[in-house]
């Protein structure tokens, strides 16, 4: 999972993209509100990815996303069904029933590097979890059935945001996350976010109302992954990107990065979310709206290097477990 990051139109780097993930999430989303995907419709990753010719992996983003917002429920046969009141079960051929197609942008449906880089930076980022995985450009160019040069092209904007690198040898590897590159990142998360806490100009109703959700949940809550992220990045916009400083709330934003591939990373291996977490950042929120936001400020530093014995913790599982089989054949891990 990267975030909600914007990518650029390979030519205008002005030109602000959504990233595909959301794109899907939207047209799903609008298509529940018409009424054309209706209660107790089975939604399926193949179908809707043929449909929107996407991915799955960008398709089962979007899906993750709607699920969040319970819109859309987990099947106990294959794939998700449309929350509400139905009285039976409804297969459909998604590929052909009637859609709204209005909120798709141009991008869908065309191969482009925006499509390569939506895609690879969703397997890349997951990557370090597992160790050392090395790229291979000529696969990864059959994979989605693109030049080289657009696959270098990639390759290279996820080199300029740190996610992939090339050795000696000039081959693109992407290196393993390591305990010490967690506490490096969580160090900085300390000092960015704090530092954009102080600063923000915070949406005080909106803290109300998500501090309100928090306050519902007990030691006895089991939260999917789904909700986790939810409740951590919609803190995370309020209180650290509510920054008037654009170029704070960007460092922060980027720093994240790796750290929530990996939590989704480790989510995806079984590793149940944390909810003790999410109570700590609503903890944070009730010194924010009491007025203390230099008690909220060290609550929110508490938080991260707890944060940060937590996924330590959970990264050492992963040494004696094999990487997930949905890697594509482009990356090799050595």
Known sequence: MIGSESVTRCGDDTDKRTPLFEVAAEFIRHNIAQGHMYPGLVLQESALSERLDMSRATVKRALGIIASEGRIQRFSGRGFLVAGQFSEVKREDLRSIELDLSTLDDSVGKPSWLRVYDDVAYHVTRCPVFGRCRIFEAQMAEEYGVSRTIVRDVLGRL????????????????????????????????????????????????????????????????????????????????????????????????????????????????????????????????????????????????????????????????????????????????
């Not at 300390?190 to 949406?203: Q, T």
């Not at 809550?221 to 960007?250: G, I, K």
């Open 159 to 334: 080199q300029e945001r740190g996610l992939v690198q090339k050795n000696r040898t000039s081959r693109w590897v992407v290196d393993p996350l390591t305990s010490k590159k967690i506490k490096d990142k969580y160090e900085l998360r300390n000092i960015l976010e704090v530092a954009a806490l102080e600063s923000a100009k915070l949406p005080i109703e909106k803290l109300r109302e998500l501090s309100e959700e928090i306050k519902k949940l007990t030691a006895q809550t089991v939260l999917s992954s789904e909700q986790w992220f939810s409740y951590d990045q919609r803190f995370f916009e309020m209180v650290v990107l509510s920054t008037p400083n654009e170029d704070l709330a960007s460092y922060a934003s980027s720093n994240r990065l790796a750290l929530e591939a990996c939590q989704s990373a480790l989510f995806s291996l079984g590793l149940p979310p944390d909810t003790q977490s999410v109570v700590e950042l609503g903890q944070v929120i009730e010194l924010v709206l009491s007025g203390s936001t230099k008690a909220a400020a060290s609550m929110l530093s508490i938080h991260l290097e707890k944060a940060c014995e937590r996924t330590i913790a959970q990264l050492k599982i992963t040494a004696i477990i094999d990487p997930p089989s949905d890697f594509p054949s482009y990356l090799q891990f050595q």
